[in-house]
């Protein structure tokens, strides 16, 4: 039997390999390849059980704000945890919960003024798509209740479970579950690269398409959801400021419920506290998870308007309640992470101290995007994606069986970053506390593996 205490790098390779199935991983590659196993973390680092350090150049899954093993969130914890890690919200209320939702509901828009928990963004995305039906079901017009439907977009990405699959648009992942999943209005994302369009002509192009669907559907349609200013899992595709405001207007046009997910804009990443902001709109509902916690703990929230609680009110069997909940749901110890989180943002002025490391990454970005593979970097504050090309002039994409992405990420860990790709997209996404040396560096190894990787490719 294998003491845990002293087991060593093989011992936890073996139970790993033989008993564990990861996500998103096809599991046959995993076993034939060595896996990094991190045991500790500093800062933006990421330290494995044999103490070789990798930057954390996606943030833990573009979850991690303040870096890794945070002295106040760490202290908040396990004050938390003196007192209690976790009861039930169904029935019960809990001080670390009602605190952190008194901060968050200063940050959010201000028209955003009720917060549901659960514990991560497919949930959180869950929690919003049956708010939306619900509302319109128990809407006080009766003639209301048609509506239905959701628009989403293609490429979106809202998560893995099935509601959340079902506003999803990536083929590659969603595709085999297709029967299990409700039908959805799907319009086009901009994506100027692919569509061989300038970015305002793309935008319109979906701008047109959504119109023509709202003019035709909207007493059949429940809510939109988007990704706000950037798509992250298609490979981060971004939008201008404008174009989510004339969403935003369109859907208020045609009287249709207005989802935001900010699971991975929200908490700083595009540069504001969220991606509404940036576009100064706000949402009929918002869903966040990732940073909420700072990236230390499961927790996700879905934030609606007054109006839409209003219409979940009423006698107990005129059944309108909102039935549903998980079982962490408003964990303490997470809702204590997510305030220690909100309280740093304020104390070390992050979203300002940002803006310097941003322009350092657009300096940074510009130099990479000059390499020939590099067909486009799509950036909106520390959300990033590269794209590479084979061919960029004729707009050559590589052979997937080529597994450029991939090889590249590969050689930044080999020289000490952990960066993971989207197809042939790089993704930088560091933690928001990121120093700009580390940032710098961050963007050299960049460079060097894109270069590296073609060189052995000629
Ligand atoms: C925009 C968006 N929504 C939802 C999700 C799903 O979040 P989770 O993996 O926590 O379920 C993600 C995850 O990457 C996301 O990027």
């Known amino acids: ?55 954390d150049g996606v943030s833990s899954l573009w979850t991690n704000v303040h870096g890794h093993n945070n002295p106040t969130i760490n202290k908040a914890i396990s004050a938390q945890l003196k ?17 952190f939702t008194e901060r968050l509901i200063e940050i ?33 017009v009766s003639q209301n209740k048609t509506k239905k439907k959701f628009i989403s977009f293609h490429n979106a990405y809202h998560g893995d479970t099935l509601g959340s699959v079902s506003v999803g648009g990536i083929d590659l992942f969603h595709g085999v579950y297709s029967s299990l999943l409700f039908d959805t209005i799907k319009v086009a994302y ?21 119109e023509k669907i709202l003019q035709a559907q909207s007493h059949n349609i429940a809510a939109l959801i988007i990704e706000p200013l950037m798509q992250g899992a298609s490979g981060m595709l971004n939008t201008t400021a404008t174009y989510l405001q004339k969403v935003r207007q369109l859907t208020k046009t045609y009287n249709v419920l207005m989802i935001v997910d900010e699971v991975a804009t929200g908490f700083g990443r595009t540069g504001a506290m969220f991606a509404c902001d940036k576009a100064n709109i706000q949402p009929d509902i918002m869903c966040m998870a990732k940073g909420i916690s700072g990236g230390y703990l499961p927790l996700a929230a879905t934030l609606t308007t007054e109006d839409i609680f209003n219409n979940f009110l009423g006698n107990y069997s005129e059944n309108k309640t909102f039935f549903h909940g998980h079982t962490y749901t408003a964990n303490q110890l997470a809702c204590s992470a997510g305030l220690a989180s909100l309280k740093l943002f304020e ?54 069986s080529q597994k450029i992405g991939y090889r590249i990420c ?32 961050l963007l050299e190894i960049t460079k060097h593996s ?9």
């Open 450 to 458: 894109i270069i590296k990787i073609l060189e052995d490719d000629k």
């Open 190 to 210: 901009p994506y100027a690269l692919k569509e061989k369009l300038s970015q305002g002509e793309s935008e319109q192009k979906s701008l047109n398409e959504l």
């Open 1 to 55: 039997m294998i003491l845990f205490k002293t087991m060593r790098y093989e011992d936890l390779v073996y139970i790993d390999k033989t008993h564990i199935w990861h996500p998103f991983t096809q599991m046959q590659e995993w076993i034939e390849n060595q896996p990094i196993i991190i045991e500790k973390g500093k800062g933006s680092y990421l330290i494995d059980i044999q103490g070789n350090k990798y930057l």
């Open 108 to 140: 959010v828009p201000n028209n955003l003024s009720r917060v549901f928990f659960s514990d991560n963004g497919s949930t959180s995305v869950e929690v919003a798509l049956k708010i939306a039906y619900q509302y319109w079901q128990q809407h006080p």
């Open 410 to 441: 590969q050689e930044a860990i080999r020289c000490g970053v952990f960066l993971r790709p989207l197809g042939d997209t790089l993704i930088l996404m560091p933690p928001l506390s990121i120093s700009k040396k580390e940032l710098k560096l």
């Open 83 to 99: 007192k209690i890690a976790h009861s039930t919200f169904l029935g019960l209320s809990n001080v670390a919960a009602i605190e």
């Open 347 to 400: 104390k070390n002025n992050i979203l300002e101290r940002l803006q310097e490391k941003i322009i350092i990454l657009i300096a940074g970005l510009q130099e990479i995007g000059k390499l020939l593979p590099v067909a486009q970097i799509r950036q909106e504050g520390f959300m990033i994606g590269i794209e590479i090309y084979q061919d960029k002039e004729n707009h050559i994409p590589f052979p997937s």
